[in-house]
């Protein structure tokens, strides 16, 4: 690329398609003086690097969206819109938010370097400006950017495939700012999360959230804790603490792993083998799972009365007479169906 580019010509929203992403990477500069910038644009086009230029605030945003730029070269002051109120739009953006952006100020106060910051800068570098010492800056946002675009893409494809296997994760924030929050979960999580306890992110159930911290002091140690179990009819769900995935703002990130058991099959299998109706083998299910008679009869919206005719029933076609031996006999069955099956 040579010469200076127009940068206030009309915007081709497909222009942004020639750009050669694949073997270089894709320089904004924001002046509102771009021949200041001349030796810093030739040094940076003979290096390799594809260069685009805005010479305003509005002119730069247009461009960035148009475009998206692997890294942005700010310009602090300039009329209108400064480089402040640019960078803080930018990060505003989902399209751009990802950008890394280098100031190019010749104000060395603390106070000004300190707002290049805060409004989403992540270096900054003073005028007049050295094209090495620049590059060299670039160099590192860069490789920091192509990497944490990485890390967030197998991240994503992990997470995705959790969810095909039939698991679901979620991260919870605790301690500091944004403690007890939920603060990322896998479509299949939310949905679970739902069903389960009637909340959805960023609110993380309350038992979900007792038994992080109840654990905590052995998760930091990396000591596994027991599992956690909802019941929902013949449906499990369980959690698992896999990892603390950050800290910062005095707490962690603690990823959960989540699995729904349903065990509507098991229920089935239980009708075929003894010859039972549907009711019949949901009540000698809850059986085995421990339950009594009244707990059977909240579960499946009957009176304990109802429940214990069934039961009776159950023991006729069972050929047994007690509550333990029905569950015992039961159990053998399933286990040799379903070794999986935890009563």
Partial sequence: ???????????????????????SDVVLIVDDVPDNLSVLHDALDESGYTVLVA??????LQRALQAVPDIVLLDAMMPGMDGFEVAKRLKAMPETAHIPIIFMTGLTETEH??????????????????????????????????RARQDARQA?????????????????????????????QTPLARDLLLRYYGTSAP???????????????DAERQIEPPRLTAELGPRRLTFRLHQQTGDGDGGGDWLIVMREISED??????????????????VLYWVVKGKINRDIGDILGASPATVKKHLERVYAKLGVETRTAAAGMAMNRIKQLHPQFEG
């Fill in 113 to 146: 370097l300190v707002a290049a910051l805060e409004a989403g800068g992540v270096d900054y570098v003073t005028k007049p400006i050295k094209p090495k010492e620049v590059m060299a800056r670039m160099g590192v946002h860069l490789q920091s950017a192509r």
């Fill in 265 to 282: 099959a098991v229920v089935e299998a239980m009708s075929l083998c003894f010859k039972l109706t549907a009711r019949e083998a949901e």
């Fill in 203 to 217: 609110q993380t159930p309350g038992p979900v959230l007792n038994w992080l911290r109840r654990h905590l002091a």
């Fill in 1 to 23: 690329m040579s010469g200076m580019p127009d940068a206030i010509q009309p915007l081709n929203r497909n222009w942004d398609r020639t750009l050669d992403r694949a073997n």
């Fill in 156 to 184: 994503g494809q992990a997470r995705n495939a959790l969810d095909a296997f039939g698991y679901a994760s979620i991260t919870v924030h605790v301690g500091g700012v944004g403690d007890g929050k939920l603060i990322w």
């Fill in 55 to 60: 010479t305003s605030g509005e002119a730069a």
